[in-house]
């Protein structure tokens, strides 16, 4: 069964750092480029960041850019985004998406992980 | 940067046409997926590469392009159909969505 699990979000202070994983199982990890999105409470979607299946090739939106960081270890078959800096408006559900090649299109979602940056 | 224009809400009863548009410079000449979330769901993938649908997404759904704007219809919408929509496109590893279109259908 093909799953994506996030994991380490919380309540944190502004100006601190938060990293969150994101656990793939039921694919082979390694072969696809991965995504970072996150809806905040209320609104939309918003995508945050992009990591190709090598973790070579990265992209990040204007709004995170210079303050978060995405990375995967394919052995662990797990993806990661370091947040650092981090502003209330960064307030969100985080949530991990898979980038089907053939589709070109995110076909794999988590259920995201809460991420509450308040004083 | 990107952007695309959706309408905040659409209404239709069962059985109705329901047409959402979504807007924007970079549809003209990238691809443009649909998404639809339903409350406390994640999103899920409905139209992808401009009018492709994924397996498993009736054929009530469809999707058309013309110049910048592309159109979702859901031909006969069903109460289930009640939900959030989001385009979304992408350009050098960029992407976009749109701010979503609340579905009503009652």
């Known amino acids: 069964q093909v799953q994506l699990a996030e994991s380490g979000g919380g309540v944190v202070q502004p100006g601190r750092s938060m990293r969150l994983s994101c656990a793939a199982s039921g694919f082979s990890f390694r072969s696809y480029d991965m995504h970072w999105v996150r809806q905040a409470p209320g609104k939309g979607l918003e995508w945050v960041a992009f990591?190709?299946?090598?973790?070579?090739?990265?992209s990040y939106s204007d709004s995170v850019k210079g303050r978060f960081t995405i990375s995967r270890d394919n052995s662990k078959n797990t993806l990661y985004l370091q947040m650092d800096s981090l502003r209330t408006e960064d307030t969100a559900v985080y949530s991990c998406a898979r980038d089907s090649p053939y589709e070109d299109a995110f076909d794999v979602w988590g259920q995201g992980t809460m991420v509450t940056v308040s004083s | 940067s990107y952007e695309l224009t959706q309408p905040s809400s659409v209404s239709v009863s069962p059985g109705q046409t329901a047409r959402i548009t979504c807007s924007g410079d970079i549809l003209a000449k990238k691809f443009t997926r649909w998404f639809q979330q339903k409350p406390g769901q994640a999103p899920a993938l409905v139209i992808y590469k401009d009018s492709e649908r994924p397996s498993g997404i009736p054929e009530r759904f469809s999707s058309s392009k013309s110049g910048t704007t592309v159109t979702l219809t859901i031909s006969g919408a069903h109460v289930d159909d009640e939900a959030d929509y989001y385009c979304c496109s992408a350009a050098d590893n960029f992407w976009v969505f749109g701010g979503g279109t609340k579905l009503t259908v009652l």
């Open positions: 990591i190709s299946f090598e973790g070579n090739s990265k």
